[in-house]
């Protein structure tokens, strides 16, 4: 079992949270720039470092985006995802990019999670983010807020339901999980009064994740749709959001440093911190240090938890779905 990091955006906290989370580990191999990880506090010798790029130190400050930076973390992705392809690595778990730097860059997806769905030809896929005490799916991802209305259509819905039932069940190792699916208007929509989404789209969608569960023979409880101001004190496993902030607000509020965000429907695990590439604090060291940032006041400097509880997601998930292949 092997599990392959990309470091991410060489002027973000990505090197040094990497460096930080690999001190006492082994079987992964790291896709990135051997300066940049020496500038961020080195590799164990028990990790092995496939050299990307070797950047100029000008071109990997932290803080200071660059646009050979900007290139450079995308191809630390493209050699992890060749060498999955290849089957040298079972999982992937990557550090932050920046979505601005990248499209300088000439990256043409919004995300990572897009990319992968591309590399890998997956024909479906959705980005859930799991902690400690709450696993949420999103319907839509990086939208526009006046485009989700019309991106919601009942085989969308379905499709966020059956792939988070599956990984719940295959991944997660829930026999029969309880999923909750989100109202989009106030109120659940009041019977059509606020809206009638609720109705027309996720309803029927409902119903369609339900017939492809029973034809797949995947087990799962669905309620909705829920109000989204009270849905999450419910006892569900997993809960349908419609939208992107209607999904991070509360797993961020709730699980903001142990949340990790894992890409379903890919032939290969894949996670990731829940947090961005962080410039006004990189550079400063991941082991949670403070310091003071021109006499503002106290600031946290970045710390690894996220990316260790990706690390740790990754090999659990790996774990359960061989588990799993072994006894079907």
């Known amino acids: 079992m092997t599990i392959g990091i990309t470091i991410g955006d060489p002027s973000g906290i990505g090197p040094e949270i990497v460096s930080a989370a690999l001190r006492d580990q082994g079987d992964v191999i790291v896709f990135g720039d051997a300066g940049v990880m020496a500038r961020a506090g080195g590799l164990p010798p028990t990790v092995r470092l496939i050299e990307v790029t070797s950047l100029d130190p000008a071109d990997a400050v932290p803080g200071r985006p660059s646009r050979a930076g900007g290139a450079a973390q995308v191809a630390y992705l493209e050699a992890a995802i060749a060498a999955a392809k290849r089957g040298e690595i079972d999982a992937l778990v990557t550090a932050p990019i920046s979505k601005t730097q990248a499209k300088a860059a000439g990256f043409p997806f919004p995300g990572h999670t897009e990319l992968l769905a591309e590399r890998f030809a997956a024909p479906e896929h959705a980005m859930m983010f799991a902690g400690p005490r709450l696993k949420v799916v999103l319907a839509t991802i990086h939208l526009p807020l006046s485009a989700v209305p019309a991106a919601l259509t009942p085989a969308v819905i379905a499709r966020a339901i059956y792939l988070g039932a599956k990984a719940c069940v295959e991944d997660f190792g829930i026999d029969r999980p309880r999923i909750g699916v989100l109202g989009l208007n106030p109120h659940a929509g009041e019977g059509g009064l606020f809206g009638?989404?609720?109705?027309?789209?996720?309803?029927?969608?409902?119903?369609?994740?339900?017939?492809?569960?029973?034809?797949?023979?995947?087990?799962?409880?669905i309620t909705g749709p829920l109000v989204p101001d009270a849905a999450f004190r419910g006892p569900h496993d997993l809960f349908v959001a419609l939208y992107h902030d209607q999904g991070l607000i509360p797993v961020k509020l709730i699980d903001f440093d142990l949340a990790v965000n894992v890409t379903l429907g890919l032939p290969i695990i894949r996670t990731s911190p829940d947090h961005g590439v962080a410039y006004d604090i990189a550079g400063r060291g991941a082991g949670g240090a403070g310091y003071k940032d021109g006499g503002a006041g106290y600031k946290e400097?970045?710390?690894?938890?996220?990316?260790v509880a990706a690390l740790a997601l990754a090999r659990r998930l790996l774990a359960n779905r061989r588990r799993g292949a072994q006894t079907a």
């Not at 400097?301 to 990316?307: I, K, L, N, Q």
Request: net charge negative; aromatic share 4%; proline share 9%.
């Open 196 to 221: 009638s989404e609720e109705n027309d789209v996720i309803l029927p969608g409902i119903d369609l994740a339900r017939t492809r569960l029973t034809a797949a023979h995947i087990p799962a409880e």
């Open 301 to 307: 400097g970045p710390r690894a938890d996220s990316f």
